[in-house]
């Protein structure tokens, strides 16, 4: 295949995988080439990036690469954010509300979990909006928050109850984090052993 | 028989109801959807349901709605026709309307959107190979006010639709090589590459840089190793300050 | 400004609203130029995307503009997903789907009265995939509700507004096709015979 080909992938790759990055490893085993290949595709891209026309650039942050906007940009981006943000929330801000809704009582690091991505500003966001609110604390160590909607809540979106709420069909999934931890116990097991 | 039994019950989903099977009817009949033969649809149509009885189906009662509006349209073509007074509801004057008329506007109008629904699946099969991206977190800029919801303007909708986009976009994040790399990565191994590792730059290295792979599985095991390794005496582990690197040396003479 | 300059902010912008998508009128405003060099722009940008080096194209959708991976590169960044089963809707959702959007607002009995079946389940199916919603009531007794498309269908089906749906075809002379339904009939007929 052409090297042109090859870096359109890579870039499809790196633009899909958002905020998570893809490490060299992966992108070798996805495209089925060597790392050496892998790390020469993204030098490549890294160069074709640093042009005036293009807004991306792709940066290497704890092993893993992935495309960020370029930071002399940053004045527009904020200009983004306030020209939208009036009346309405962001989608991190709607993500977390139905989560919390869905799933409540529910902490930050639960809704972190599900997102993939910290969540704190959209929380403060949700708080001060009076759209949730913290109803408890997780028992034991940490004692974190737990949220849960408000009065304002249903009031706003004209419902009586949380059972009034659209049944979803798929379930917010809570399985990956915890296989994870699993796969953590088990290794911590074998080696106590 | 029971074996049989469940193979249709798999099958009947073939059937989005009695319009689908009516139509199905008229195409495999290649009977010409504007002058039906009553008699020989509604005696397959029963014939299917008659098969669904007796292989103890739950035929669900559209389907025998369906049955006696076919055998209510028999009959009324089989009633003698006037010229002059029509018998039947006509609603051009001085034409007689044909019983078989609503039926087949019906099922005109059913096999309009049965066909628009293959294009949507053909759409949204196009659309699949489409992967975004979520929007960067651009909070930093954003400024709170603190106020109730009633000056925003959204609905349950956009709430449901940002919860839509972010489960789609979840099954992208759950990355394969958690799968992959689950294979063969031992603690030994580990251990071993490490030791290999360490004599390749003079016996040390710089904690953090064991944790090469951002793979949780990687990061796990690599922990894992260093504590094993530090239990056989094998390496030396040293901190000067509080924050300071953490270097990890390997014992002489540890093969 | 130089136009590759423009053209790098724009692709920054569009990067950064993600599946959110950005219109031509935030975009003429954020940059302060008219919605005629917004457009302008972004025709030049799309160009540059049907280069084989770039992985990414620039689509409008549900009337936004929004950065999606092409196509063609789609067996790569299947890999790098977990196998889905199939998350595709159901004959009857799509059914439904179908006729609402053509005939929307619409009750769910004028719909059970074209499909001639039930279609409880599909709508809500369609509603908690935010496909469909609710946008209004029937005047008079019953006050049944009434259904139309969202927003986010024209984004799951890659439309950019209602006009863009496929002209429904008048079925005169138009085979009908459903294979799997021939097979069954085929069994049938073999098990009255």
Chains 1, 3 share one sequence.
Do not use: C
């Amino acid at each position: 295949m052409e090297s042109s080909k090859w870096k359109g992938i890579v870039e499809a790759l790196l633009f899909a995988s958002g905020d998570v990055g893809l490490s060299i490893a992966q992108l070798a085993s996805v495209l089925e080439i060597t790392e050496y290949q892998a790390t020469d595709l993204i030098e490549s891209l890294k160069e074709d990036y640093e042009k005036a026309e293009r807004g991306i650039q792709l940066v290497e942050m704890a092993g893993v690469f992935q495309l960020v906007t370029k930071q002399e940009h940053s004045e527009y981006l904020k200009k983004l954010v306030e020209s939208t943000s009036s009346h309405s929330l962001s989608q991190a801000a709607l993500e977390t509300l139905a989560i919390i809704a869905y799933k409540q009582p529910i902490t930050r690091t639960e809704i972190e979990d599900i997102r993939g991505v910290k969540t704190e500003r959209p929380i403060q966001t949700l708080v001060s909006k009076a759209l949730i609110k913290e109803v408890g604390r997780v028992e034991g160590t940490g004692r974190a928050y737990l949220y849960g909607t408000t009065k304002e809540f249903l009031d706003y979106f004209g419902l009586n109850s949380l059972e009034e709420l659209p049944p979803i069909a798929d379930p917010i999934d809570e399985g990956y984090e915890n296989e994870e931890a699993d796969l953590f116990f088990e290794k911590f097991q074998q080696t106590i052993e | 028989m029971r074996g049989l039994k469940m193979s249709y019950n798999i099958k009947i989903d073939a059937f989005e109801g009695p319009m689908d099977l009516l139509l199905h009817l008229i195409n495999r009949l290649e009977i010409d959807i504007y002058d039906i033969p009553m008699a020989e649809i509604t005696d397959q149509y029963l014939g299917y349901i008659h098969t669904m009885q007796h292989l103890e189906l739950d035929i669900a009662s559209e389907y025998l709605v369906m049955a006696a509006t076919l055998l209510a349209i028999k009959s009324k073509m089989l009633l003698p026709k006037h010229e002059e007074e029509p018998i039947f509801d006509a609603e051009d004057e001085g034409f007689e309307a044909d019983p078989r008329d609503e039926l087949v506007e019906k099922l005109l109008e059913y096999k309009k959107y049965k066909q628009a629904a293959l294009e949507f699946k053909t759409l949204e099969e196009e659309r699949s190979l489409m992967f975004t991206r979520p929007p960067s977190d651009l909070s930093q800029y954003a400024k709170d006010a603190l106020s109730g919801p009633q000056d925003l303007n959204i609905s349950l909708y956009d709430m449901l639709g940002a919860l839509q986009k972010l489960l789609r976009r979840q099954k992208l994040q759950k990355p394969v090589y958690t799968k992959v790399t689950k294979q063969e990565l031992s603690i030994d191994k580990r251990m071993a590459e490490i030791l290999s590792d360490l004599r390749t730059t003079k016996g040390s290295k710089r904690f953090y840089d064991l944790f090469s792979e951002p793979v949780k599985e990687h990061i796990v095991i690599t922990f894992l190793a260093l504590l094993e390794l530090m239990k056989q005496n094998d390496i030396v582990v040293k901190q000067d300050d509080n924050f300071s690197d953490i270097v990890i040396t390997a014992k002489e003479g540890v093969e």
